[in-house]
C-alpha cells in the first residue's frame, strides 16, 4: 500500500490548512486510518487523529474541537481539516493506514512520506 500525503504548507496562527491522504496499491480492506504528527526535536510520532471502521474517530487532546478528520472509502482517502492552528501545532504529518490486501492475510501498518505543517505566531 502507498500512501500520497498533500496539504502542508506555512500559515499563521490562527489559520486553516487541509491534509489529504490517498491510498493506492492492493487494498482489501482499511482499519485505522489517520494522521500522526512528529514536532520538531522529537522523537516520536503522536498521534493527531484516526478513523476506525467501527466506525469510531479518536482525536488528540490538544487538537479537539479544532481538527477534523473525514474519510472516503471510495476513493480510498482520509482528510485532516485544520482550523485555529497554533504554533504548537507545528510538525511533520504523517498519513497512516492499518489495512490488508485479503481476507485472509495479516493487517500492516503504511505510512506516508510525511508533510511539513508550519505554524507561525
Known amino acids: 500500500v502507498q500512501l500520497q500525503a498533500s496539504g502542508g504548507g506555512l500559515v499563521q496562527a490562527g489559520g486553516s490548512l487541509r491534509l489529504s491522504c490517498s491510498a493506492s496499491?492492493?487494498?482489501?480492506?482499511?482499519?485505522?486510518f489517520g494522521w500522526f504528527r512528529q514536532p520538531p526535536g522529537r522523537e516520536q510520532r503522536e498521534l493527531v487523529a484516526?478513523?476506525?471502521?467501527?466506525?469510531?474517530?479518536e482525536y488528540a487532546e490538544s487538537v479537539k474541537g479544532r481538527f477534523t478528520i473525514s474519510r472516503d472509502n471510495a476513493k480510498n482517502t482520509v482528510y485532516l481539516q485544520m482550523n485555529s492552528l497554533k504554533p504548537e501545532d507545528t510538525a511533520v504529518y504523517f498519513c497512516?493506514?492499518?489495512?490488508?490486501?485479503?481476507?485472509?492475510?495479516?493487517?500492516?501498518?503504511?505510512w506516508g512520506q510525511g508533510t511539513q505543517v508550519t505554524v507561525s505566531s
Open positions: 497512516n493506514a492499518y489495512s490488508r490486501t485479503s481476507t485472509w492475510t495479516n493487517w500492516h501498518d503504511s
Open positions: 496499491g492492493r487494498i482489501y480492506d482499511t482499519n485505522r
Open positions: 484516526i478513523t476506525t471502521n467501527a466506525p469510531s474517530t
